[in-house]
């Protein structure tokens, strides 16, 4: 694979760099890029350190202990940091619904702070790494995460083009830490599973797909921007089908906070969106954002409107995973 160039010599720090993506996007950026470091910031230092042994030690990797909460740590943390990846989060639903303002602490507090210390300190880029549950939440994370995308666009108008602040917006990941493929894959007889909804239906990503998103945002973002990506949807009953093919199936009911199908594009914000050949790229809809940025007017000339009243929705998505497409990639993420 060709080295990504725009990497070179750069010093990119990742938040929240010891969960899921983080460790394997640090692995990617490691082995296809010619960065002069990557900086790992986390809280928690025995994942620093399986993920140290898990690398190889690489020299240009440097760990930083530390919290979003805490915005004088991110400030030290940054200098001399070109890109900022800041994917540090708290994800778990129902943990979340229990636990309220600690969501808010550190999915809205944290991600001001990130804005903060990224124009304190200079910082070029810097990409939010967000989710579908986003886009017309029904839950806690799925607000403080629209919250989080709401500051880092707004955060461009205070930077005068110094620093650039984007999003990418994506649905579940395949194998995951914590997610229902990594619990099934993990687990060795699955004798019933519980389902919610028999016609529940997500969109899907795998971690590589997820890289080059994020990679794509971080080399065409002008700032302001939700890059979408087009991907999959698949039932969750087929899903259950491909991963644990003999365990019968116990309906539970949908959960509190909990949606029948999840959106990563709305009716609104379709009017401001551009398509193009491997994703969606929602515009600023503020003058002051838009600032008129190069690449704003490239994915212009480059892509095409969606119709009046498009929704992106996984329900009604043209494109869709089988059930042995699903099972033969599960099966690629079983290391993970």
């Keep these: 694979m060709n080295k ?14 010891t969960g899921s993506f983080g460790k394997n996007f640090s692995q990617y950026l490691l082995l296809n890029s010619e960065i002069k470091k990557l900086i790992i910031f986390s809280r928690d230092e025995f994942k620093q350190s399986q993920m140290r042994t898990l690398l190889s030690d690489d020299e240009r990797l440097r760990f930083f202990i530390g919290d979003v909460r805490d915005l004088p740590r991110l400030e030290r943390a940054f200098s001399g940091v070109d890109i900022v990846v800041h994917a540090a989060a708290l994800k778990q639903i129902p943990a979340l619904e229990y636990n309220p303002f600690e969501a808010v602490k550190t999915n809205i507090f944290g991600s001001q702070n990130v804005i903060d210390a990224a124009i304190d300190r200079g910082v070029k880029k810097v990409v939010l790494i967000s989710t579908d549950k986003a886009a017309q939440p029904s839950n806690l994370y799925g607000s403080t995460k629209l919250c989080a995308e709401k500051l880092f666009i707004s955060g461009n108008s205070y930077t005068s083009g110094k620093t650039l602040f984007s999003c990418v917006r994506y649905g579940n990941v ?44 971080l080399e065409a973002m002008s700032g302001g921007e939700i890059f979408v990506p087009k991907i999959p949807s698949m039932k969750i009953v087929d899903l259950f089908k491909a991963v644990a093919p003999k365990a019968k199936h116990k309906i539970t009911g949908i959960r509190p906070g909990e949606k029948l199908h999840e959106v990563l594009i709305t009716k609104e914000e379709a009017r401001h969106t551009i398509e193009l050949e491997d994703y969606f790229v929602i515009l600023p809809e503020h003058e002051e954002v838009f600032n008129g940025g190069v690449n704003h007017v490239k994915i212009l000339a480059s892509g095409k409107k969606l119709p009046r009243d498009f929704i992106y929705s996984s329900d009604t998505n043209t494109v869709w995973l089988s059930k042995g497409e699903f099972g033969r990639m599960a099966k690629t993420i079983q290391s993970l």
């Design 4 to 17: 990504i160039d725009f990497l070179k010599n750069k010093t990119v720090l990742i938040t929240g760099g």
């Design 174 to 217: 395949v194998g995951s830490r914590g997610s229902i493929v990594e619990i099934l894959l993990k687990a060795k007889n699955h004798n019933s599973v519980n389902i919610t909804h028999e016609e529940m239906t997500r969109f899907w990503i795998n971690l590589d797909q997820s890289f080059k998103l994020v990679l794509f945002a």
